[in-house]
């Protein structure tokens, strides 16, 4: 399902559904609530990247209630980095499938009947306003439902019947915000957590990878594509995936290829089958037998990575694969815009981002389900210039500037 068809569904189903069950809850006897939880529920389903970002609040739960079993709830196609992270058991993850509305509803119902068998302490809606989920929380039956809450702010309408409401703060790191929600378990203040946040203990251990593994999908890039056998090599992502307004501009990326094949490197177009475009649009322009479309040439994330250790750099739109890179030795370049690093930035110091605070940016937030009021000209990505990435992908590679090369042009 498209991303429009999906708010469509959350906005005319999803705010009846609440409502419903907000009456209901009204009417019911307050619950039993078991402490320490046992069994508790994450439920995280739509972004890859939130899921990196979330391996804090794996920890620290492990931390807090060593001896409670730990569920996942979360779309089929991000189950392979839940499985790459390693946070929970692979027997303890429910996916659903979101490819269809028929599809998504029949294993909805099988969800929430499995949800309702493993008997759940407490939960914990990590979706940022999102009313499926809050809908799943409700209806696993969990006695202790944590979850964010609009409180007197703005934001999506997603019932009452969360009785851990989290008041969403846009001015605190979404780790952050996941940590308060293993705190809001046992808060009892309103809103809950009203403390100093404990810090985020750094960013989550990297991927391993076997020497074999690592040179094993070398040999095969190299059997493939020799001629970038010997240089440096840069992966750039330029699709804005399912938000295409978080885009830095294709003629933007083109230009900043054709800097750094003057100057000596190769370059590889990442992305999905789908991103075909993006990459014919940059190998057309730079002709150059050193930049090279891998759009859809990995089958897995774990390929992926291990296509990143390979790389001296990576370049990207804010999306999975900046978030990917802190799982591996990448330096990274992200760009931000229409949302804020503020909130998303890496968790890994080896990555910079661009970002110009300009006085609409950031314009996708929580409160508005993601939807920008931008006219599609993205100026908070538009005034980031080209110049000014290849200094920073200059200094990151550790290379000087070729004289004589100008930006965009092949010398």
């Known amino acids: 399902m498209n991303i429009k068809f999906q708010r469509a569904v959350d906005h005319f189903l999803g705010v009846p559904i609440c409502a419903l069950l907000s009456v209901i809850e009204r009417f019911r006897g307050k619950p039993a609530v078991s402490m320490p939880p046992r069994r508790i529920l994450i439920i995280l389903l739509s972004e890859m990247g939130s899921l990196v970002l979330a391996h804090p609040m794996f920890t620290r739960l492990k931390l ?7 569920h996942v709830l979360l779309f089929a196609k ?10 929970v058991p692979e ?16 294993d909805s119902l099988k969800a929430i009947r499995t949800l309702r068998a493993l008997n759940f302490d407490a939960v914990i809606d990590c979706e940022l306003f999102a009313r499926i989920s809050s809908i799943f929380s409700y209806l696993s039956g969990a006695p202790i439902r944590v979850g964010f809450h609009r409180h007197t702010q703005e934001g999506l309408y997603r019932g009452s019947f969360i009785n851990r409401a989290v008041m969403y703060n846009p001015y605190q790191h979404l780790s952050q915000q996941f940590l308060t929600m293993v705190t809001a378990i046992e808060s009892d203040t309103v809103p809950v ?3 100093l946040p404990s810090p985020v203990s750094g960013p989550p251990p990297a991927i391993p990878f076997s020497e074999e593994e690592l040179q094993q999908i070398t040999t095969q890039l190299h059997a493939d594509f020799p001629a970038v056998k010997d240089k440096k090599l840069v992966f750039v992502y330029p699709s804005g995936g399912i938000l295409p307004i978080r885009a830095w ?9 054709a800097s750094l094949l003057a100057e000596g490197c190769a370059i590889g177009v990442i992305g999905l089958q789908g991103d075909k475009s ?17 759009t859809g040439y990995t089958k897995s994330v774990r390929q992926l990575l291990a296509l990143f250790h390979r790389a001296a750099l990576l370049i990207t739109n804010d999306g999975g694969p900046g978030q990917f890179a802190a799982l591996t030795p990448v330096p990274t370049i992200i760009f931000f815009g229409p949302e804020t690093p503020r909130l998303y930035r890496s968790l890994t110091s080896n990555a910079y981002c661009f970002h110009l605070p300009l006085s609409c940016s950031p314009c996708l937030t929580a409160y508005n389900h993601r939807t920008s009021p931008c006219d599609g000209d993205n100026q908070c990505l538009k005034q980031i210039t080209p110049e000014q990435v290849l200094a920073k992908a200059r200094e990151m590679l550790g290379t000087p500037p070729e004289a004589g090369v100008e930006i965009g042009k092949i010398a």
């Open 91 to 106: 027997v303890n993850i429910l996916t659903l499938n979101d490819r269809s509305l028929s599809g998504l509803i029949a």
């Open 78 to 87: 991000n189950r392979e980095v839940l499985d790459l992270l390693c946070v």
């Open 249 to 257: 501009p294709t003629e933007y990326y083109r230009q900043l290829c």
């Open 278 to 294: 993006f990459a014919q649009a940059i190998t057309a322009y730079c002709q150059s037998p050193v930049c090279i479309d891998l």
């Open 193 to 195: 957590a009203k403390h």
């Open 64 to 70: 807090q209630y060593p001896g409670a079993q730990i």
